[in-house]
């Protein structure tokens, strides 16, 4: 095979080439660089059609236009985001080209700077590793670039003879848990590289020993149970993020006796989460990077046994918990967890674990970041890439679980506040902004609050700020009809509202959740075209059109069917809240 010589401009035999000889060279080097950028291009085009039909793909998933919107604000270049219409709207753009699939994917592919912090809770079999670097390339190519920090509960189980672990001095403890770091850190790189991505190993630089000074020993026991620090500025991340390159990390600390020490995976990636959420503060850029103060959209545990198992069954179903608001359940989580008896006592404190590295995580960042545990990394994480919801919402009724996923969605959460039997402590003019942004339509205040002050049976309220509402009132008990026949007195849910601002959050799921505990029996009319409907479809046990009307009767409950009849009089009944649309004025 022919290889051009190289050669100097100031070689003398170079100088001495003939005119003709000079156009053979000139010609030999055009087509060898021709045929370089033709390859160059072939293969960037064929990682562009990659990336493109993953975009499709991921597009093609997605639960609702609204999120799709969210979706491209959040990772589109500002022009695309600013210029894509809302549906039904014309698109401001009268080039046809820039409509097509092909151009608007293509002006997705475009490097933003969102970041995941991922902790792989291993040990992985080899095809599942595969599996979850291919998720990280993929993520990357979506705009989200992964922060990984690895985990494995078997580097901390050392040998001594006879299995007598205590024969096994601190410096050969630490000496072997590194090498079984240092070993799956470069498993992970590897895997990355070889899914297309680029990878980089850190492995000292970041972290640190809480205290100045201590002895090896010392700093051993400090990184099984006490606190980590971080190193100011992160210059080891940031170089790797600056290059786009994932970052591979281990757990260990640094003394001040240069002693490289491991440590506890999540009390790295706590001490990580609150360097991270006291720089967003900051808003100057720092040593030239993109990323300036670097702060985490979501944070990611991806292990081998999948979300946290539920085991309360009241109105709820599945076997994981699907959606998680830390505020209102993490007590109530952490007690199932230490009376779980179908689970090993160390996959329950695995998760005990995790659940609190989750929650003082999400504590030191902004309340946008959301957590993940999953051990499905790739529908998994890229759907929740799009929106903050489960792919399957443990309120939705008659799920078989076997179709749901084993995975957790967690966010630091709303304070849930619950008023019985009265109206008193609620801000009403609060309270009727919310129910006029949720549903689009001015209320009748003075009519609705006088009808349900004395049948105000409970109010579910998310948040100090009104995010989002449930009111149930007593219906029924009296005779009704030329029969006389007394009606059944019913839980009717006359009200359930978000507020825009705070849909696709989660709020729906955790007031629902909020009202499955409080009534067995639930009973709510919607109209027969309201868009919302899908979603009460999915969370009712039965429902009924009333004849002669726009109305459509849900409930869920196991006194249901026997109470068709009343639930159909009782809706009937009830006066609408908001006033009719204005007509439309013709000019």
């Not at 998720?135 to 990357?140: D, E, G, H, K």
């Not at 001095?169 to 990355?192: F, G, L, P, T, Y």
């Not at 590289?193 to 972290?207: H, I, N, T």
């Not at 689009?440 to 609050?449: I, Q, T």
């Amino acid at each position: 095979m022919w290889r051009p010589q190289l050669t100097r401009l100031s070689d003398p035999a170079f100088l001495r080439t003939s005119p003709g000889a000079w156009n053979v060279i000139v010609k030999r080097s055009y087509t060898l660089r021709s045929h370089n950028i033709q390859a160059v291009l072939h293969e960037h085009k064929k990682a562009q059609e990659k990336d493109r039909d993953l975009i499709l793909k991921v597009m093609g998933t997605l639960p609702s236009p609204r999120e799709a919107r969210q979706f491209l604000s959040k990772f589109s270049p500002p022009a695309v985001a600013a210029t894509t219409p809302e549906p039904g709207q014309p698109s401001a753009t009268t080039d046809t080209t820039d409509t097509t699939a092909t151009g608007f994917v293509d002006s997705l592919l475009w490097p933003t700077d969102h970041l995941a912090l991922i902790k792989l809770e291993g040990p992985f079999k080899k095809e599942n590793l595969a599996a979850v670097a291919n998720t990280l390339v993929q993520l990357q190519r979506l705009g989200l670039l992964s922060i990984v920090m690895l985990d494995n509960q078997t580097w901390w189980q050392n040998q001594g003879p006879d299995g007598n672990t205590s024969a096994v001095s601190v410096e050969d403890q630490s000496a072997e848990i590194r090498q079984k770091m240092m070993n799956d850190m470069i498993d992970v790189v590897e895997e990355i590289e070889r899914s297309g991505g680029k990878a980089r190993p850190v492995y000292a630089g970041v972290f640190k020993g809480a205290e100045d000074d201590m002895s090896l020993a010392q700093t051993l026991e400090l990184g099984q149970e006490r606190g980590v620090s971080v190193r100011k500025g992160l210059r080891p991340l940031r170089s790797c993020l600056k290059l786009r390159h994932i970052p591979v990390m281990i757990p260990m600390v640094t003394s001040r006796g240069c002693h490289r020490v491991p440590v506890q995976s999540n009390k790295a990636l706590v001490a990580l989460a609150k360097y991270m959420g006291e720089s967003a503060k900051d808003t100057a850029g720092a040593n030239g990077t993109n990323f300036g103060p670097m702060v985490p959209m979501r944070l990611v545990v991806v292990n081998t046994t999948g979300g946290i198992p539920l085991t309360r069954t009241s109105g709820i179903q599945g076997p994981t918990h699907c959606f998680v608001n830390l505020k209102d359940e993490y007590n109530t989580i952490l007690d199932d967890l230490d009376n779980m008896n179908h689970i090993p006592a160390s996959l329950a404190k695995s998760y005990r674990s995790d659940l609190d590295m989750i929650k003082e995580s999400l504590d030191h960042l902004p309340r946008t970041c959301s957590a993940l545990i999953t051990s499905s990394p790739s529908l998994t994480l890229i759907t929740n890439l799009i929106t903050d919801k489960p792919l399957f919402s443990s309120t939705m009724r008659n799920q078989d679980p076997k179709v749901m996923l084993a995975t957790t969605v967690l966010r630091s959460g709303l304070d849930i506040f619950t008023y019985r039997d009265t109206l008193e402590g609620l801000d009403l003019k609060q309270l009727q902004t919310l129910l006029e942004s949720s549903f689009g339509k001015s209320l009748d205040a003075n009519g609705f609050y006088e009808r349900i002050r004395s049948r105000t049976k409970t109010v579910i309220l998310a948040g100090h700020d009104y995010m989002g509402a449930a009111i149930v009132t007593r219906e029924g008990g009296e005779a009704r009809g030329p029969d006389g026949k007394r009606l059944a007195s019913v839980a009717y849910l006359d009200k359930f509202s978000v507020a825009p601002k705070s849909q696709g959050i989660g709020v729906a799921d955790i007031l629902w959740k909020r009202l499955t505990d409080e009534f067995p029996d639930l009973v709510w009319r919607s109209r027969s075209d309201n868009p919302v409907n899908k979603w009460y479809f999915d969370r009712s046990d039965g429902n009924i059109r009333i004849p002669n009307t726009n109305w459509t009767v849900f409930w869920y409950g196991p006194k249901g069917l026997s109470l068709i009849r009343d639930y159909i009089e009782i809706s009937r009944d009830i006066p609408a809240s908001f006033y009719p649309p204005k007509p439309a004025q013709i000019n």
